[in-house]
């Protein structure tokens, strides 16, 4: 039997008052603290205590944005994160309570487009929230497509296809391919990839951009993508996009 609850909060913004944010977390005292922060910031919440429940949730329920602790009885966080990844793109922030940089590290790799390590500040958790949900609503504003050969971009549907085969990204994967999309041939440099794509606030490593890139590329290789479409990476500074015309 799943356990959840859903919270409607009032006097909130339209785009709060539409989303509604998964919290699997096992710890009382933290969904609380949680629950509380984001209710009075205008969200819905659900609530599930292991991570066989979340899944169920997140697989069965309307979720805009997941926080996921790591250490989860049953099911282990980044099982769970890999479970929903699977099955579609909906921002997930994980927590952790270790400042191990190979924990975080591995939660990306699974698919997080955030991490946010315990103890923490509500406030904080609250801002990240506001900004990947922010980036989801910018993106889905757009009636645009971009092409680059075999390579399409709907910005409409928030989605990428190589030869009208879906690539599985994660939000912060798609959001990283765009910027680097909007400039083809020129160079970013990783605190400003950072910073477009994670937010000016936000205080992670050059790895963690560099572990999202690479992400990227395995799934866009495996889609199939052309010889002639790349990532580069620019030695000491960053990674640029690059598509030359078929001969």
Not at 89 to 118: C, F, H, M, Q, W
Not at 223 to 240: D, Q, S
Request: aromatic share 6%; with cysteine; proline share 3%.
């Amino acid at each position: 039997m799943r356990e959840y609850s859903a919270v409607a909060a009032t006097n909130s913004s339209m785009m709060n008052a539409q989303a509604r944010i998964l919290i699997i977390e096992d710890d009382a005292k933290t969904v609380a603290t949680i629950e509380r922060y984001l209710t009075s910031a205008g969200f819905q919440t659900l609530i599930a205590r292991d991570g066989e429940a979340g899944d169920k949730i997140a697989a069965s329920e309307p979720v805009d944005l997941i926080v996921l602790d790591l250490m989860l009885p049953r099911v282990d966080g980044l099982e769970v994160c890999r479970r929903v990844r699977a099955r579609g793109n909906t921002p997930i922030i994980v927590l952790t309570a270790r400042a191990d940089e190979e924990e975080r590290i591995a939660g990306l790799s699974r698919g997080a487009d955030d991490y946010v390590i315990k103890p923490f500040s509500p406030r904080e958790l609250v801002a990240r929230v506001h900004a990947v949900l922010r980036r989801a609503e910018a993106r889905v504003r757009s009636p645009m497509s971009s092409c680059f050969g075999a390579l399409e971009l709907d910005l409409h549907g928030c989605t990428v296809s190589i030869a009208g085969r879906d690539a599985e990204l994660t939000r912060t994967e798609y959001d990283i391919l765009l910027a680097l999309c909007s400039t083809p041939g020129i160079a970013w440099r990783r605190d400003s990839l950072i910073e477009r794509v994670l937010g000016w606030d936000y205080d992670g490593t050059a790895r963690t951009i560099d572990t999202h890139v690479s992400n990227l590329r395995k799934k866009l290789e495996k889609t199939g993508l052309p010889l002639n479409t790349k990532i580069e990476t620019v030695f000491g500074m960053g990674y640029r996009f690059t598509h030359c015309d078929d001969a």
